[in-house]
């Protein structure tokens, strides 16, 4: 199982971006899926989760301008960035909490993503 972040890059302050990430593989159902971001001389941190059922929780710092989605049908989230300010300049990963195979044969995985780099300069 495999998943891949795309759509970070340059951004003014108050610009919007939308990430996604896509999970391919022998999946058999994805319980969670979450943003992570790490910005340079600080830990990583969670920005924002959705889980199969649609619930959604995010940090305090981007609550009211980050939204995130899912499109279970092509395994794939979405974080719908607005508003940008320069702190949310970072790494953005993405995480996924998945049973891969079959229903009779289940492996639990928890696959990260490269990174996609978020820069919000002015």
């Known amino acids: 199982v495999q998943i891949v972040e795309s759509g970070g890059g340059l951004v003014q302050p108050g610009g919007s971006l939308r990430l996604s990430c896509a999970a391919s593989g022998s999946i058999f159902t994805i319980k969670k899926m979450a943003w992570y971001r790490q910005a340079p001389g600080k830990e990583r941190e969670l920005v924002a989760h959705i889980t199969d059922d649609g619930s959604t929780n995010y940090v305090d710092s981007v609550k009211g301008r980050f939204t995130i989605s899912r499109d279970n049908a092509k395994n794939t989230t979405y974080l719908q960035m607005n508003s940008l300010k320069s702190e949310d300049t970072a790494v953005y990963y993405c995480?996924?909490?998945?049973?891969?195979?079959?229903?009779?044969?289940?492996?639990?995985?928890?696959?990260w993503g490269q990174g996609t780099l978020v820069t919000v300069f002015s």
């Open positions: 995480y996924a909490d998945i049973y891969s195979g079959t229903w009779y044969e289940l492996t639990h995985v928890h696959p």
